[in-house]
C-alpha cells in the first residue's frame, strides 16, 4: 500500500538546540498531518497542513514549532528550540484530499529524545 | 470539540476467545467518520475499517464494528482472538473539520 517516510527514524539532540524531522508523503496526498505520542501515552495531534499552509494546530503546537512543505518534497517538522517536554515520537500522516478519502496514512514516526 | 473515548487501556484475552474494544465519541456534527487504525510493534499505524453510515456493520481481516449514532459508538468486535491480534487498536473520528481525534488506544494482548 501506499508508504509514509519519515527520517531519521530516532533523533537525540540537546535541549535548547533546533530540530528538523522529516516526513515524505504518499506522492499525490494533499493533506499532512503531525501527531505526537509520549512514552505509554496517546497519540495526540499536532498540526495539519494543506496547500502551502496550516489548517489547524493544537494547544501542543507551541510557538517553537514550524511546519512547512517547500516546493512539495519533505513535510517538515521544525522545533527550535526543544525543550525536555519535547521528547516523544512524531508521527507524520497524510491523505488525498476530498473528505471521502480521509484514510490517514502513516509513518513509522520518529523518536525525538531530547537531553 | 471533539472527542473519543476508549475506556480499556489494556485487554488480555486466551486465543480463541471473542474480543470487544469499546469507543464512544463526541462530536456535533453529523455526518462524522469514526476510524479503527491498528499499531503493531515496530510499524506504522494503519485503518482497520472505517464507517459513517449508521447502523451498518463493517468488516475488514476479521474484525467488525457498527456505528451507533443513538449511543455514540463504534466498538470493535472479532468472534475468534489469534495470536496475531496483539496490539495497540486507536479508534479514531472525523468531524466536519479536517482534524481527525484520537482515543487513547486499547492495548491488546492475546495469550495462548
Known amino acids: 500500500g501506499p508508504k509514509v517516510l519519515q527520517i531519521p527514524s530516532h533523533q537525540i539532540i540537546d535541549m535548547g538546540q533546533m530540530v528538523t524531522l522529516n516526513c515524505d508523503p504518499v506522492?499525490?496526498?494533499?493533506?499532512f498531518y503531525w501527531y505526537k505520542q509520549i512514552l505509554g501515552q496517546q497519540m495526540e495531534f499536532l498540526v495539519n497542513f494543506y496547500n502551502g499552509k496550516v489548517m489547524e494546530k493544537s494547544k501542543l503546537f507551541k510557538d517553537q514549532f514550524s511546519v512547512e512543505r517547500p516546493d512539495g518534497s519533505y513535510f517538515t517538522l521544525k522545533i527550535q528550540p526543544t525543550a525536555l517536554e519535547d521528547s516523544a515520537v512524531y508521527f507524520c500522516a497524510s491523505r488525498p484530499g476530498r473528505r471521502s478519502q480521509n484514510t490517514l496514512y502513516f509513518g513509522a514516526g520518529t523518536r525525538l529524545s531530547v537531553l | 470539540g471533539d472527542s473519543v473515548t476508549q475506556k480499556e487501556g489494556l485487554v488480555t484475552l486466551t486465543e480463541g476467545l471473542p474480543v470487544m474494544l469499546n469507543c464512544t465519541y463526541q462530536t456535533i456534527y453529523s455526518n462524522a467518520f469514526l476510524f479503527w487504525y491498528v499499531h503493531y510493534l515496530n510499524e506504522s499505524p494503519r485503518l482497520l475499517l472505517k464507517?459513517?453510515?449508521?447502523?451498518k456493520r463493517t468488516e475488514h481481516q476479521g474484525f467488525h464494528a457498527t456505528l451507533h449514532k443513538s449511543s455514540s459508538s463504534f466498538h470493535l468486535q472479532k468472534s475468534s482472538a489469534q495470536l496475531s491480534d496483539s496490539a495497540l487498536y486507536y479508534c479514531a473520528l472525523s468531524g466536519g473539520n479536517e482534524k481527525i481525534t484520537f482515543g487513547a488506544g486499547t492495548k491488546l494482548t492475546i495469550k495462548p
Open positions: 464507517s459513517s453510515t449508521d447502523n
Open positions: 506522492s499525490n496526498h494533499l493533506y
